[in-house]
């Protein structure tokens, strides 16, 4: 009878329905934005993978959790209630705010939080010496714009302000460009949001119309205002974090890395290990080899002449060598 | 813009809701059995999550209680004919009002400052909503921009304000106002959800609205107003009075719901907090057909779709994009006709 | 007559049509053939199902059983060559009238200047002079009737329908346009449909008459073989006495008047008991100073008084409580709220009353509906949607709202347009009654033959200033005539 045909046939979606195994994932990778284009975010997910691959029955989930900052306390609560991650990795600065309540509710829950600092015994939190990169970058900027005759002045593009923008990168980078030139001033411009690329291109044409030879753009998706406007003006953007020369040819000139895959992999491959410390917050730079300047890349190497490339590497040895280091301001808590 | 009007028979208004509703539903489902790498776990997701646990409970009736108060002022001011798009801006300044009470008076006032806090919200919102009514009643200006244009430009006002040393936190992160004392907390409910005591507040309010405009010569004028507005102005009605009064209504609404969103939720002001809640309001209006009794179960009924499928995003399935796209189908269908009315 | 040509261009076979919001069937078993090369009226009044058949006829409505039957075989549509000419018909207030006037042709959309081209040659062998860059919304029912069935002759059509073509218009444009109907009808082996209720009309220009009472076809004949006495049973089977018409008491001149306009274009005197019927042509004045009376517009000169009251610059609140109420000639636009309940329309002026404690009661309301239902007798349920009613029993509504409370000063404009012999008569007995009861009446119409019928005093508005007032006794239709356009001893 076609009745009760169909009922079996309802029976049998019904149970597999009910019985469905929650999906055993035990990684869950929240990435507080979107994926695709954000070079950090790719790194991240990527090291954590290869740390999850290198063990048999891990799986890892990513999860977008979109630009509204408001929304990721309630996401990250949603995903820890699930009860399907062992860890939750993630890595923003203010994610370990975020996570506070929802670490207070769910006791059990652990988070690997990369490019932050916290004391919390939930989390196991790895920052970056963003000081030592941003002087880098600075020096850089100095060397530069001191050959181009410009005005003395470095242009900084800041996605928002956040206290390690305002204590550790900014001092940074002005430290390093008036390293080369000592009356040297920084002009720092702030997008609002980490991806409107308009508005980016708007604060850069301004700061290039001011004479200004060379930008660091950290903003997300608005840095690629940041190059074209620096396209429009024949000037030069240096990229902070992630290789950045083949954005645009002979208009990034420089790129440092912050190797957050690498980062993260080790990180992951502690915790799979059981041997990652919870609540003993890292702080790592150049000397420790995740953050670094691309130096020995091609286009970095054609794009810039000797006169220029020389000094600066000597000034990255220093750091890498550990012959030179910065101290990273960190929260008092 | 033609609003979608009770029919002379509910029912068939009520049909034509539902097989809208049930319509975006067979969407979104085949969606998520076409496109999702595991169909039945994310259906699972989609219909059971957003009660599958206290927080989400929590969760869906905080958002559903929000948007009840913003779907009952998307609703005053279309039942009148006046088009409030303005809410997004009202709910935030709200909050904002609501903030700067919280943060400047005294905390010893306790209850009572919750109470102005709330008051605050509701002024702003409120003063917002009039000047467009007053723009209107003066030089017929039309509200669906006014309201529009200024709620744009007062958004970025508050975000402005709120890292500002008035308001601002130091030392975080997040682009978030300080936190306001805790004698000024509404407490919690099925924590850690974002549920909280302001949110019971709202089923009482749709139930004053549902017998105030129903019931009562007052509501009875507003709604002539949005049936044909030159008959209500040839039975006497003041024009100047009632431009202003839908539209500064409908902002109280929006500035209570951004005031109960900072001292329930947050206890702070975070930077787009109430992104969407003006939009989602009029979305929930439009599915209630600006009945006030209908929003309850209307707002319900949108919270429990955005819900799950924020749910099935979280899951990890699809990329967050896609409950955005879930809200535009369910949005789709409802405004459209779908029962052919017979004349 | 070509060989081939069809004799019944249209067949209406057994057609019926309820409509589910109240339940009336509003047409009912109707047959009816259409032949080549004639005119024929539909008569009937309102509510009879004229309307509802001829929109079956044109394909805008499905029969709930029966069928229409083409010669050609096709469904009935515009395409097919069947076109209906409402009495509002349907527009989009932002085109402007050439818009309208193209929009859905067939083929690609002309430009401006080929369709200016096209509407004018159309509208030249009707005699309309229309102002084509006229908004919809500005342009009035006269200019939009006159627009769209232009437009529809730019279609190849074989049935042309109108629905109370002369309406809104004065006799000498409403013979213009029959002529014209009648003209084309001959040339083209073609078949017009005209539904009236002014029976002269149908006996002078149709070759046969249809008549409808209550949704059936009740007979059909030529004007040969009947007369308006024939037709007029046909249509109200029941004795109509002739009314007589009981002259009121005029009121002592030493009682003040209770409105008044002075300084003004039309300034007047208006005393409890009294009917004044002003007329004009249309466009010489009679809409705006409905507006200006009305407290809609304002007064360009002069002053107004209401009950001893300075008016001239008083709200529409203001006036309404000083006892002024209105009829209003748009009636739909601002006479009532369409889509809303019977009872929501009769309402406005007492829902404080109907409200003890602020809450309104819906049985208090009911029972209001019901007891004015009864006064006046009204159609319909308190629920029903005021667009479910005909043209007639919705003035009826509005006019019985207006009357309720026995105003100081009644102002109907146009109050009978688009009205039967049934629902005038009625509404005069109602002015009448209302004018017995003291109320002060101002007609504002452009038919001087209902004022000659229904005042005690008629005044004629020409050029927006008025002529002069006359007591009814001295006025005959002849000098009401040639004191309207203007040709004076």
């Given at each position: 009878?076609r009745s009760?045909?169909?009922?079996?046939v309802?029976?049998?979606?019904?149970?597999g329905?009910?019985?469905?195994p929650?999906?055993?994932?035990?990684?869950g990778?929240?990435i507080?934005g979107?994926?695709?284009?954000s070079?950090?975010?790719e790194?991240?997910?990527?090291?954590v993978?290869?740390?999850?691959a290198?063990?048999?029955?891990?799986?890892?989930?990513?999860?977008?959790?979109?630009?509204n900052?408001a929304?990721?306390?309630?996401?990250?609560a949603?995903l820890?209630?699930?009860?399907e991650?062992k860890?939750?990795?993630?890595?923003?600065p203010?994610?370990?705010?975020?996570?506070?309540?929802?670490?207070?509710?769910?006791?059990a829950?652990?988070?690997i939080?990369?490019e932050s600092?916290s004391?919390n015994?939930s989390?196991a939190?790895l920052?970056?010496?963003h000081?030592e990169l941003?002087?880098?970058?600075?020096?850089l900027?100095?060397?530069?714009?001191q050959s181009r005759k410009g005005?003395?002045?470095a242009g900084l593009?800041?996605?928002?302000?956040y206290?390690d923008m305002?204590n550790?990168?900014?001092?940074?980078?002005?430290?390093?460009?008036?390293s080369?030139?000592?009356?040297?001033?920084v002009?720092?411009?702030v997008?609002?949001n980490w991806?409107?690329?308009?508005?980016g291109?708007?604060?850069?044409?301004n700061?290039?119309?001011q004479?200004?030879?060379?930008?660091?753009p950290?903003?997300?998706?608005a840095?690629?205002g940041?190059?074209?406007a620096?396209?429009?003006a024949g000037?030069?953007?240096?990229?902070?974090?992630t290789?950045?020369?083949?954005?645009?040819?002979g208009i990034?000139v420089g790129?440092?890395?912050i190797?957050?895959?690498?980062?993260?992999?080790q990180?992951v491959?502690?915790a799979?290990?059981?041997?990652l410390?919870?609540?003993?917050?890292?702080?790592v730079?150049?000397?420790e080899?995740?953050?670094?300047?691309?130096t020995s890349?091609p286009?970095?190497?054609?794009?810039?002449?000797?006169a220029?490339r020389?000094?600066f590497e000597a000034?990255v040895?220093q750091f890498?060598t550990g012959?030179k280091?910065?101290a990273?301001p960190l929260?008092?808590? | 813009?033609?609003?979608?009007?009770?029919?002379?028979n509910?029912l068939?208004?009520?049909?034509s809701t539902l097989?809208a509703l049930?319509?975006?539903?067979l969407?979104?489902?085949?969606?998520?059995v076409?496109?999702?790498?595991?169909?039945?776990?994310a259906?699972?997701?989609f219909f059971?999550?957003?009660?599958?646990?206290?927080l989400a409970?929590?969760n869906?009736l905080?958002?559903?209680?929000l948007l009840?108060?913003t779907?009952?002022?998307?609703?005053?001011?279309?039942g009148a004919?006046?088009?409030n798009?303005g809410?997004?801006g009202q709910v935030?300044?709200?909050g904002?009002?609501?903030?700067a009470?919280?943060l400047?008076l005294p905390p010893v006032?306790?209850?009572l400052?919750?109470l102005?806090a709330l008051v605050?919200g509701m002024?702003?919102g409120?003063g917002?909503g009039a000047?467009?009514g007053?723009?209107?009643?003066?030089?017929?200006a039309?509200e669906?921009?006014?309201?529009f244009?200024l709620?744009?430009?007062?958004v970025?006002?508050?975000?402005?304000l709120?890292?500002?040393?008035?308001?601002?936190a130091?030392?975080s992160?997040?682009i978030?106002s300080?936190k306001?004392?805790?004698?000024f907390?509404?407490?919690?409910?099925l924590?850690p959800s974002?549920?909280?005591?302001?949110?019971?507040?709202?089923?009482p309010?749709?139930v004053?609205?549902?017998?105030l405009?129903?019931s009562?010569?007052w509501?009875?004028?507003l709604r002539?107003?949005?049936?044909?507005?030159?008959f209500?102005?040839?039975t006497?009605?003041s024009m100047?009075s009632?431009s202003?009064l839908?539209?500064?209504?409908?902002?109280?609404?929006?500035g209570?719901?951004?005031a109960?969103?900072?001292l329930g939720t947050?206890h702070?002001?975070v930077?787009?907090?109430?992104s969407g809640?003006?939009?989602?309001?009029?979305a929930v209006?439009l599915?209630?057909?600006?009945?006030?009794w209908a929003?309850?179960p209307?707002?319900?009924?949108f919270t429990?779709l955005?819900?799950?499928?924020?749910?099935?995003?979280?899951?990890?399935?699809?990329?967050?994009?896609?409950?955005?796209?879930?809200q535009?189908a369910?949005?789709f269908?409802?405004t459209?006709?779908?029962?052919r009315?017979r004349? | 007559m070509a060989p081939?040509?069809p004799a019944v261009?249209a067949?209406?076979?057994?057609l019926?049509k309820?409509?589910?919001d109240?339940?009336v069937?509003a047409?009912?078993?109707?047959?009816l053939e259409?032949?080549?090369?004639?005119?024929?009226?539909?008569?009937g009044e309102?509510?009879?199902g004229?309307t509802?058949?001829?929109?079956?006829?044109a394909?805008?409505?499905?029969p709930?059983?029966?069928?229409?039957?083409?010669?050609?075989?096709q469904?009935?549509?515009?395409?097919?060559?069947?076109?209906?000419v409402?009495?509002?018909?349907?527009?989009?207030?932002?085109?402007?009238?050439?818009?309208?006037?193209?929009l859905?042709?067939?083929?690609?959309?002309?430009g401006?200047?080929?369709?200016?081209?096209?509407?004018?040659a159309s509208a030249a062998?009707?005699?309309f002079a229309?102002?084509?860059?006229?908004?919809?919304?500005?342009a009035g029912?006269?200019?939009?009737?006159?627009?769209t069935?232009?437009?529809f002759f730019l279609?190849p059509?074989?049935?042309l329908?109108l629905?109370e073509?002369?309406a809104a218009l004065g006799p000498?444009e409403?013979r213009s346009l029959?002529?014209?109907v009648?003209a084309w009808?001959r040339e083209?082996?073609?078949?017009a449909?005209?539904v009236?209720?002014?029976?002269?009309e149908?006996?002078?220009?149709?070759d046969?008459?249809?008549?409808m009472?209550?949704g059936?076809?009740v007979a059909?004949?030529?004007p040969a073989d009947s007369?308006l006495e024939?037709?007029?049973s046909?249509?109200?089977?029941?004795?109509?006495?002739?009314q007589?018409q009981e002259s009121?008491?005029?009121?002592a001149a030493?009682?003040?008047?209770?409105?008044?306009?002075q300084g003004t274009?039309?300034?007047f005197?208006?005393?409890?008991?009294?009917?004044l019927?002003l007329?004009s042509?249309?466009?010489?004045?009679a809409?705006?100073?409905?507006?200006e009376l009305t407290?809609?517009a304002?007064l360009p000169e002069?002053?107004l008084f209401?009950a001893g009251?300075?008016?001239t610059t008083?709200?529409?609140a203001?006036?309404?409580?000083?006892?002024l109420?209105?009829?209003?000639?748009?009636?739909m636009?601002?006479?009532?709220?369409?889509y809303s309940a019977?009872?929501?329309n009769v309402?406005p002026?007492q829902?404080?009353r109907?409200a003890?404690?602020?809450?309104l009661r819906?049985h208090s309301?009911r029972g209001y509906?019901?007891?004015?239902?009864?006064?006046?007798?009204?159609q319909g349920?308190?629920?029903?949607?005021l667009?479910?009613l005909?043209?007639?029993?919705i003035?009826?509504?509005?006019v019985?709202r207006?009357?309720?409370?026995?105003?100081?000063v009644l102002?109907?404009?146009?109050?009978?347009?688009g009205?039967?012999?049934?629902?005038?008569r009625?509404?005069?007995?109602?002015?009448?009654?209302?004018?017995?009861a003291g109320?002060?009446?101002?007609?504002?119409?452009?038919?001087?033959?209902?004022l000659?019928e229904?005042c005690?005093?008629?005044?004629?508005?020409?050029e927006g200033r008025l002529?002069?007032?006359?007591l009814?006794?001295?006025?005959t239709?002849?000098l009401?005539g040639?004191?309207?356009?203007?040709?004076?001893?």
């Amino acid at each position: 009878m076609r009745s009760s045909r169909f009922a079996l046939v309802f029976a049998l979606l019904l149970a597999g329905f009910l019985t469905t195994p929650v999906f055993a994932a035990t990684i869950g990778v929240f990435i507080p934005g979107a994926l695709q284009g954000s070079p950090t975010y790719e790194l991240l997910d990527a090291g954590v993978r290869k740390a999850a691959a290198e063990v048999p029955g891990i799986t890892v989930k990513t999860i977008e959790g979109g630009f509204n900052q408001a929304q990721w306390g309630e996401q990250i609560a949603a995903l820890v209630a699930s009860g399907e991650y062992k860890w939750i990795v993630t890595s923003n600065p203010a994610m370990p705010e975020i996570c506070t309540p929802v670490a207070q509710a769910y006791p059990a829950q652990r988070f690997i939080i990369l490019e932050s600092w916290s004391k919390n015994a939930s989390f196991a939190t790895l920052s970056y010496n963003h000081r030592e990169l941003a002087f880098l970058h600075g020096a850089l900027a100095g060397l530069l714009t001191q050959s181009r005759k410009g005005a003395a002045v470095a242009g900084l593009v800041a996605g928002q302000e956040y206290p390690d923008m305002n204590n550790a990168i900014l001092p940074g980078f002005r430290e390093g460009f008036q390293s080369i030139l000592p009356a040297g001033k920084v002009e720092f411009r702030v997008v609002g949001n980490w991806y409107d690329a308009g508005k980016g291109a708007e604060l850069a044409k301004n700061l290039f119309d001011q004479n200004v030879s060379v930008v660091l753009p950290i903003a997300g998706g608005a840095g690629q205002g940041v190059i074209s406007a620096a396209k429009q003006a024949g000037k030069s953007v240096l990229w902070y974090d992630t290789d950045g020369y083949a954005l645009e040819k002979g208009i990034v000139v420089g790129s440092g890395v912050i190797r957050q895959d690498t980062a993260s992999y080790q990180l992951v491959k502690k915790a799979l290990a059981g041997t990652l410390e919870y609540g003993k917050p890292l702080v790592v730079g150049v000397k420790e080899g995740y953050l670094d300047y691309l130096t020995s890349l091609p286009a970095f190497v054609s794009g810039l002449p000797a006169a220029i490339r020389t000094p600066f590497e000597a000034i990255v040895n220093q750091f890498r060598t550990g012959k030179k280091t910065l101290a990273m301001p960190l929260p008092t808590s | 813009m033609n609003l979608p009007r009770a029919h002379a028979n509910p029912l068939i208004g009520l049909s034509s809701t539902l097989l809208a509703l049930a319509v975006s539903l067979l969407a979104t489902v085949v969606l998520l059995v076409v496109f999702g790498s595991h169909p039945l776990s994310a259906l699972r997701s989609f219909f059971v999550g957003p009660f599958s646990s206290p927080l989400a409970w929590g969760n869906t009736l905080n958002q559903s209680s929000l948007l009840v108060l913003t779907g009952l002022a998307a609703s005053v001011a279309f039942g009148a004919g006046a088009f409030n798009l303005g809410g997004e801006g009202q709910v935030y300044l709200g909050g904002l009002a609501a903030l700067a009470a919280a943060l400047f008076l005294p905390p010893v006032w306790g209850a009572l400052g919750i109470l102005a806090a709330l008051v605050s919200g509701m002024v702003a919102g409120a003063g917002l909503g009039a000047v467009s009514g007053a723009l209107k009643a003066r030089w017929q200006a039309d509200e669906l921009i006014t309201t529009f244009l200024l709620s744009a430009s007062v958004v970025p006002v508050v975000d402005s304000l709120i890292t500002s040393p008035l308001f601002g936190a130091a030392g975080s992160f997040l682009i978030t106002s300080r936190k306001i004392p805790q004698e000024f907390w509404l407490p919690g409910l099925l924590a850690p959800s974002n549920l909280h005591w302001g949110a019971l507040l709202t089923l009482p309010l749709a139930v004053v609205f549902g017998v105030l405009v129903n019931s009562t010569p007052w509501g009875y004028r507003l709604r002539l107003l949005g049936r044909n507005r030159a008959f209500a102005q040839y039975t006497g009605l003041s024009m100047a009075s009632y431009s202003l009064l839908p539209l500064g209504l409908s902002g109280a609404l929006h500035g209570l719901a951004g005031a109960l969103g900072v001292l329930g939720t947050q206890h702070a002001l975070v930077q787009g907090f109430s992104s969407g809640w003006g939009w989602n309001g009029i979305a929930v209006a439009l599915i209630a057909r600006t009945n006030p009794w209908a929003v309850v179960p209307a707002a319900l009924l949108f919270t429990f779709l955005d819900q799950a499928s924020r749910m099935v995003v979280l899951q990890g399935q699809f990329p967050f994009q896609l409950s955005a796209l879930f809200q535009a189908a369910i949005l789709f269908f409802i405004t459209a006709q779908i029962v052919r009315r017979r004349s | 007559m070509a060989p081939n040509s069809p004799a019944v261009l249209a067949s209406l076979v057994r057609l019926s049509k309820t409509f589910a919001d109240n339940g009336v069937r509003a047409v009912d078993e109707v047959s009816l053939e259409l032949q080549a090369g004639e005119v024929l009226a539909l008569l009937g009044e309102n509510g009879a199902g004229k309307t509802t058949l001829m929109a079956l006829l044109a394909g805008l409505e499905v029969p709930d059983s029966g069928e229409v039957v083409l010669a050609s075989g096709q469904p009935p549509s515009l395409k097919a060559g069947i076109a209906l000419v409402q009495q509002h018909p349907p527009f989009a207030p932002e085109l402007t009238l050439w818009e309208h006037a193209v929009l859905g042709l067939p083929g690609r959309f002309p430009g401006k200047k080929a369709a200016r081209s096209l509407l004018e040659a159309s509208a030249a062998r009707w005699g309309f002079a229309l102002n084509w860059d006229e908004l919809c919304r500005d342009a009035g029912p006269l200019a939009l009737q006159k627009a769209t069935l232009t437009a529809f002759f730019l279609h190849p059509l074989t049935i042309l329908i109108l629905d109370e073509p002369t309406a809104a218009l004065g006799p000498a444009e409403a013979r213009s346009l029959l002529a014209s109907v009648r003209a084309w009808v001959r040339e083209n082996h073609a078949c017009a449909v005209f539904v009236t209720h002014k029976l002269h009309e149908s006996l002078e220009w149709a070759d046969r008459v249809a008549v409808m009472r209550a949704g059936r076809l009740v007979a059909t004949t030529t004007p040969a073989d009947s007369s308006l006495e024939a037709l007029s049973s046909l249509l109200f089977p029941r004795r109509q006495q002739p009314q007589v018409q009981e002259s009121l008491p005029a009121p002592a001149a030493s009682l003040p008047p209770v409105f008044m306009a002075q300084g003004t274009r039309a300034d007047f005197e208006l005393r409890g008991g009294e009917i004044l019927g002003l007329t004009s042509l249309r466009g010489e004045g009679a809409e705006e100073l409905e507006e200006e009376l009305t407290g809609l517009a304002d007064l360009p000169e002069g002053r107004l008084f209401l009950a001893g009251t300075d008016v001239t610059t008083a709200s529409i609140a203001a006036l309404r409580r000083l006892g002024l109420s209105y009829v209003p000639s748009d009636r739909m636009g601002r006479g009532s709220s369409p889509y809303s309940a019977l009872a929501s329309n009769v309402i406005p002026y007492q829902v404080t009353r109907l409200a003890p404690g602020g809450i309104l009661r819906s049985h208090s309301v009911r029972g209001y509906f019901r007891e004015l239902a009864k006064r006046f007798s009204l159609q319909g349920e308190p629920g029903q949607r005021l667009v479910t009613l005909s043209g007639g029993n919705i003035q009826k509504l509005i006019v019985a709202r207006e009357m309720d409370h026995g105003p100081k000063v009644l102002i109907l404009a146009e109050p009978s347009w688009g009205l039967d012999l049934e629902a005038r008569r009625e509404l005069y007995r109602l002015i009448r009654q209302a004018a017995r009861a003291g109320s002060a009446i101002l007609i504002l119409s452009s038919e001087p033959q209902e004022l000659l019928e229904v005042c005690t005093r008629v005044g004629v508005l020409r050029e927006g200033r008025l002529q002069g007032i006359r007591l009814v006794e001295h006025w005959t239709s002849e000098l009401l005539g040639r004191e309207l356009l203007g040709v004076v001893n």
